[in-house]
């Protein structure tokens, strides 16, 4: 039997986050000694690993939840466990051109400043341009 900081470190998870998990019932209520620690066993320490490692790959605590549930069917066919992850992998796609296309803009704003002074700096000079260019024709942020 485990405590939640034995628990928490060998899945580097916080405590607090432990918690969490179990009031969303993502982690099971855990048995508690009379003095009312809690104490987690070795399919609670799996479990917690193969949340920690979904979060760390970015997936959504309800499609954890969902593979969680599916991985408790193991007769089930994979293909809906595969569509999961596929959409969370268009996710991350999609997050990684957003990350190139700021990555470029940054460049492009660090190599058009002249190390002047402030009045002069073109990185905030493109930051205030780009705040008007993210309004909506009607006026509010995009």
Do not use: W
């Not at 992850?85 to 460049?107: D, F, H, M, N, Y």
Request: hydrophobic share 35%.
């Amino acid at each position: 039997m485990l405590t939640i900081g034995t628990l928490a470190k060998r899945t580097g998870t916080n405590v607090q986050t432990i918690r969490y998990y179990e009031q969303i019932d993502l982690m099971p209520v855990p048995g508690r000694t009379e003095g009312g620690q809690r104490r987690y066993n070795d399919a609670d320490l799996d479990r917690l690993a193969f949340i920690r490692h979904a979060r760390q790959l970015g997936f959504a605590l309800d499609a954890i939840r969902e593979l969680l549930d599916l991985s408790d069917t193991p007769d089930h066919s994979c293909a809906h466990v595969d569509s999961i992850a596929k959409k969370q992998l268009k996710q991350v796609e999609a997050r990684i051109v957003r990350l190139e296309a700021l990555r470029t803009e940054l460049r492009r704003m660090i190599a058009d400043c002249a190390g002047g002074s402030v009045a002069d700096c073109r990185v905030l000079e493109v930051l205030r341009d780009h705040g008007e260019c993210l309004a909506d024709h009607d006026g509010t942020p995009a």
